[in-house]
């Protein structure tokens, strides 16, 4: 069975500093690997995705991911934090066959000081 | 721009009540998920539906059903509310592999 951990429950940066949110997933074969982002009070946002080719993945809002197999990882990545970017980050692993749903981890929570 | 629509924002019902959340999309997706959110337990998947009037259970069925009588709408059902069943729900669609859109969520208090 899939699965996700994103080890990092809470975590606090300051505006302009560097960002890493770690996850790791369990799946059998190659996954489909995802990243949303949910701001207060709202649905979720995809980030980025991960299919198949180029291992690093560029999103929106300047995030980019890096799958590492070998490490069954999936990193997201922000040079530069915003205020703005304090959110809730949920990294999720699909399926490439069949119609298995997305598995989500339980969520890193971003806050982000002056 | 493309759609998941929750049909409330905000509920708040009694104990024993029969409650509907509904859910509509514009997109033609084929799958429709519903997923409740709590603080420390991330999102986790109460049904899904893959085809009008097909459903599959999730990681946390009890104490729900849904109903999918038309492509669009997916209903989940709280057939006798009660105050653990108080929680964020998000619906979601999309296409087999493909990303999911998410609705805004319903917060449901039940008192």
């Known amino acids: 069975a899939q699965s996700v951990t994103q080890p990092d429950i809470h975590i606090t940066v300051s505006e302009g500093a560097s960002l890493e949110l770690r996850c790791n997933y369990s799946?059998?074969?190659?996954?489909?690997l995802f990243w949303y982002v949910q701001s207060p009070g709202q649905g979720l946002q995809l980030l980025l995705k991960y299919f198949s080719g180029d291992t690093l993945v560029q999103g929106i809002k300047g995030f980019e991911a890096e799958f590492k197999r070998s490490q069954s990882s999936f990193n997201l990545r922000k040079p530069s934090v915003h205020w703005s970017d304090a959110a809730e980050y949920f990294c999720a692993v699909g399926a490439k066959t069949g119609n298995t749903p997305l598995v989500f981890g339980k969520g890193t929570r971003l806050s982000v000081i002056a | 721009d493309v759609k998941v629509t929750q049909s409330s924002r905000y509920l708040v019902k009694r104990t024993g009540e029969k409650v509907f959340l509904e859910c509509v999309q514009d997109m033609d997706h084929e799958n429709m998920f519903w997923y409740r959110q709590d603080p420390g337990l991330g999102l986790r998947l109460i049904y899904f539906?893959?085809?009008?009037?097909?459903?599959e259970k999730g990681d946390i069925p009890e104490g729900y059903s849904v109903s999918r009588e038309k492509k669009e709408r997916f209903s989940l059902i709280l057939e006798s509310a009660s105050t653990n069943q108080t929680s964020m729900y998000l619906c979601?669609?999309?296409?087999?592999?493909?990303?999911?859109?998410f609705g805004s969520g319903t917060q449901l208090s039940v008192l």
């Open positions: 539906s893959y085809d009008v009037k097909m459903k």
């Open positions: 799946y059998g074969a190659t996954p489909y």
């Open positions: 979601a669609s999309g296409e087999k592999g493909e990303k999911l859109f």
